[in-house]
């Protein structure tokens, strides 16, 4: 069963919920927007990914920030906004913590245990939607935007990263020219994953002004918040 949120009451019930500032995206196409009933049996549980953690903090900005941090922050957004709307969730970690076995020794080893845990997540529901959430870097400072990944295990993940690359460009990056991209082995939580999976960019912190947006809170709830409409688009159709 599907519903449509009126503006009022999104804003109203996204403000109460999550106490976050989500007025600006009080735009018009909100009122057109469809929002599924979770209550119906078929609802997938989102399984959410924030990349790195722990001794890995992925990619830094040109100051140091890495992006394990903003990584947690925007994918406990986008849990809490999934939670609000009623589907289950579940996620590989709420901490700055690798999820590796305890008792692996050394660095590399962790690394091999820590990816596979949150493989193992990813797969554990047989109708789950699973999203990792990175940013991205470059040599070329240049760069900027989101860019979505996806592998060819499961057919529906194509048009995950469709509807998200899009939601991307629909609600904060209108000059996002990317298209989606297939990603080989090398992405390895979304290549052996069994579900529709995605691997999202969400921008460069190699580009200087990118990066200072993705640092800020109110960025990171905006990028949140897009990854969840991307998502509840996704189980709509
Ligand atoms: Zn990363």
Request: proline share 4%; charged share 20%; net charge negative.
């Amino acid at each position: 069963m599907k519903f449509s949120f009126s503006k009022g009451s999104f804003c109203a019930a996204a403000a109460l919920c999550l106490g976050i500032g989500l007025i600006f995206y009080s735009k018009d196409r909100i009122t057109d927007s469809v929002y599924t009933d979770i209550s119906a049996d078929t609802a997938p549980i989102i399984v959410l990914d924030a990349g790195h953690g722990g001794m890995d903090g992925g990619c830094s900005s040109a100051d140091g920030v890495p992006e394990k941090g903003i990584n947690l922050n925007i994918m406990l957004s986008v849990r809490d906004m999934c939670r609000v709307f009623g589907y289950q969730t579940d996620v590989t970690r709420e901490r700055d913590i690798s999820i590796h076995d305890s008792g692996i020794q050394g660095i590399a080893n962790q690394k091999k245990s820590d990816m596979d845990n949150r493989l193992a997540l990813f797969n554990k529901y047989p109708k789950a939607v699973c999203v990792s959430i990175h940013q991205n870097k470059f040599t070329d400072p240049v760069f900027s935007g989101a860019q979505m990944f996806y592998s060819p295990t499961n057919p529906e993940s194509e048009r995950l990263a469709q509807i998200m690359q899009g939601k991307f460009v629909e609600n904060i990056q209108p000059e996002n020219t990317r298209e989606i991209k297939l990603c080989g082995k090398e992405l390895f939580l979304c290549y052996f994953c069994n579900n529709p999976t995605i691997m999202a960019e969400c921008g460069f912190l190699s580009n200087p002004e990118e990066a200072a947006k993705l640092k800020t809170e109110e960025y990171q709830k905006q990028v949140a918040f897009t990854i969840f409409e991307g998502i509840n688009e996704f189980t709509s159709q």
